[in-house]
């Protein structure tokens, strides 16, 4: 629903994006970029994987709710799962940190623990960063990747017939997040999940190299981040929700919450699944469970076969 009314949130986050990159000319440096998880720069010493996201005090995180390490790990993570979703191996992390002057000394140093415990995981470190004033706490990293010589997986490639599938927990981080904003601080596991995500960066270049055709990782929302897949490549996306996990753990706190557990699934971001179209011929990477299909119906997510009538994700503004 676009209201452009001159605003930033009439147009909201995508029609800003298109606002901002439409009819620039990049340099022959840019291989790949922008509109997908992360750009591909050449330089002579050879090509690197390179991608941002920003998290913002009360918009992305609030202390009250996370330890400054929780956040540490999260700002890392949601960047190298972009890195991940191109199928490239991390390789480094830069981290830009703004706070108020009253910020206790230790809330940052708790940040940047984080943020290198994340990064170590990923067998990456902190290579750099910057600081400066602001009146909340903003963390905005840039992370670095490889490729190890194979071809960016983009969101582009999916053809019609691949199957769809994912790797990692779908749900988890949006039950988190509703149990978080009732005022609850359990179960833990849940609340854990939207604390920091615990992704696997092998599953991306794993599922690179078993041929996926196309990937991203799920910060906003399955259904709206499988959106940005089927239009990058032109084709349908039919989700079937009896191939979906419905974790028992999810059901209790839906149903402890009065809230429906397979919108979670559907629409909640930040658990920074991945996302992958493949060959139908071939089989799935280990860890990967089919989802759906790839469907002819142009640009359309469905869920058995139907449109979803509710926000298939987060939108910034929205
Ligand atoms: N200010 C900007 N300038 C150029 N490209 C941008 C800007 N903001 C976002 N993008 C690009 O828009 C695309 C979508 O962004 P986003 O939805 O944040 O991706 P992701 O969910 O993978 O982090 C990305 O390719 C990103 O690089
Ligand atoms: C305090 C708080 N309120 C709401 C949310 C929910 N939330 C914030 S951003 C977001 C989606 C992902 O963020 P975005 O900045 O769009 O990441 P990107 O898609 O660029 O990776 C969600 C579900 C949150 N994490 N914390
Ligand atoms: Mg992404
Ligand atoms: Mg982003
Ligand atoms: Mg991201």
Redesign the pocket.
């Known amino acids: 629903m676009t209201t452009d009314d001159g605003t930033v949130a009439g147009i909201g ?2 029609g ?2 298109r606002a ?2 439409e009819n ?1 000319r990049q340099p022959p440096s840019t291989l790949l ?7 591909l720069v050449a330089s002579p010493d050879g090509r690197v994987v390179a ?3 920003m998290l913002v005090q009360g918009v992305h995180f609030r202390l009250d709710w996370s330890t400054p390490a929780q956040v540490g790990r999260k700002a890392v993570a ?2 190298l799962t ?1 890195v991940a ?1 191109m199928g490239a191996v991390p390789t480094g992390v830069l981290v830009g940190l703004g706070c108020p002057g009253e910020t206790p000394t230790e809330v940052v140093t708790g940040l940047v623990d984080g943020m290198w415990a994340e990064a170590e995981r990923a067998g990456a470190g902190l290579a750099g960063g910057d600081m400066v004033r602001a009146d909340q706490i903003v963390v905005s990293i840039t992370a670095l990747g490889d490729l190890r010589g194979r071809t960016p997986v983009t969101r582009a490639g999916a053809r019609r017939g691949d199957v769809v599938a994912v790797h990692g927990r779908l749900g988890w981080s949006a039950a988190g997040l509703a149990v978080l904003g009732r005022g609850f601080r359990s179960p833990v596991n849940v609340v854990n999940a939207h604390r920091f995500p615990e992704p696997d960066y092998t599953a991306g270049p794993a599922a690179a190299g078993a041929g996926a055709t196309a990937m ?2 799920v ?2 929302g399955l259904l709206a ?1 499988l959106g ?1 897949v089927a239009r990058a490549s032109g084709v349908g996306i039919d989700v079937r929700t009896d191939l979906l996990d419905m974790p028992r753990r999810l059901v209790e706190v839906g149903s402890a919450l009065g809230a429906d557990p397979l919108h979670w699934v559907l629409t909640g971001g930040e658990d920074h699944a991945l996302a992958a179209t493949f060959p139908s011929s071939g089989g799935l990477p280990e860890g990967w469970r089919r989802i759906g299909m790839v469907t002819a119906n142009e640009n359309a997510v469905t869920v058995n076969g139907e449109p979803y009538r509710e926000a298939p994700g987060w939108e910034h503004w929205r």
């Open positions: 986050e995508f800003l994006i901002v990159t620039r970029g922008p509109g997908d998880d992360a750009a991608t941002t996201d949601v960047n972009d979703a991203i990782d910060s906003d981040d940005h």
